[in-house]
């Protein structure tokens, strides 16, 4: 009799707005579909931060082919940290607020959908960033975008309402940064260091991004009068925002900034202190790879 090759599925209970009875739906369909498959499918539960990393690492020690990440960005992001450089493949199933990778990627965003995307598609290679230990698939940044970050992970309600909000009332209190970016003074409204090209809900900060090339696209929106506001946020959502005057952008493979405070940092949109007001950014080329 042949063995059948393990496939697990890690769910983080507390991801997205998706119910636990909807999420009850999920596991019986990647069960069934798996077995179907000819796959040993396995189910783990997250139960704590840093639990999702832990079994992922579990499954590559013991040779699992495919870990589906079944949660928002994230979840994914916890997930995809063990499985950089292995033979074991990332496949996502999103139910997030944002859901970025799995958009630039063209993964269903039906669950259903993605878990039979996941168990038959193929695996294949893209690049990961790192800013100081901590590991990115998506974007990471700081500024803004990782002002409202903060203030997002506060809200008792998760989704695009409460981001929207979150964002407008930090618009109003956020005040331009000062760092001093690859050894130049700058202001920054924002800076983004994109592997793929949106935060997600298709709010395209790097349109041009390619998440394959071995480069970051690192981007900068300088400081605006309050009235271009609802211009680059339409240009956010249309991505154009590589059109405005106020964004500038360019791909590398390393950067440095530093500031005289603690920098408040985003990873996949999970908000991050640096105390030493450091940041060390690179590109890992060809590190990880995901079923499409």
């Not at 393990?6 to 990647?30: H, M, Y």
């Not at 878990?115 to 695996?123: H, S, V």
């Not at 997002?152 to 760092?179: D, E, M, N, S």
């Not at 791909?251 to 996949?268: C, F, M, P, R, W």
Request: glycine share 8%; aromatic share 8%; proline share 6%.
């Amino acid at each position: 009799m042949t063995t059948r090759s393990a496939v697990l599925a890690i769910i983080n209970p507390n991801s997205g707005t998706t119910s636990a009875e909807q999420k009850k739906v999920l596991q019986d369909a990647f069960i069934r579909q798996a077995n179907a498959l000819n796959y040993a499918p396995e189910i783990a539960l997250t139960t704590h931060a840093g639990h999702a990393t832990e079994l992922a690492a579990d499954a590559v020690k013991r040779g699992v082919s495919r870990v589906l990440a079944i949660g928002g960005d994230g979840t994914i992001n916890e997930i995809a940290r063990p499985l950089r450089r292995s033979a074991t493949a990332l496949g996502i199933v999103p139910i997030g607020s944002g859901n970025g990778l799995a958009r630039h990627l063209g993964i269903p965003l039906n669950p259903m959908k993605a878990i039979e995307r996941a168990l038959t598609g193929r695996p294949v290679v893209i690049d990961s960033g790192e800013i100081n230990e901590y590991p990115f698939f998506c974007t990471a940044g700081l500024g803004f975008e990782a002002y409202v970050a903060h203030e997002f992970a506060k809200q008792p309600v998760r989704g695009l309402p409460t981001y929207v909000r979150t964002a407008f009332r930090a618009f109003q209190a956020y005040k331009p940064q000062q760092l001093l970016l690859n050894g130049q003074q700058k202001e920054v409204f924002s800076l983004t260091f994109a592997n793929a090209g949106q935060f997600g809900n298709n709010a395209w900060m790097a349109p041009t991004a390619n998440i394959s090339d071995g480069r970051l696209e690192q981007c900068e929106i300088r400081p605006f009068p309050a009235q271009a506001a609802p211009m680059i946020t339409w240009r956010l959502f249309n991505k154009t925002l590589n059109r405005s005057n106020y964004w500038r952008g360019h791909s590398i493979t390393k950067a440095t900034i530093e500031a005289n405070e603690s920098l408040l940092i985003h990873v996949d949109g999970e908000p991050l202190t640096l105390p030493t007001g450091r940041a060390e950014v690179k590109i890992l080329p060809g590190s990880l790879l995901v079923l499409l």
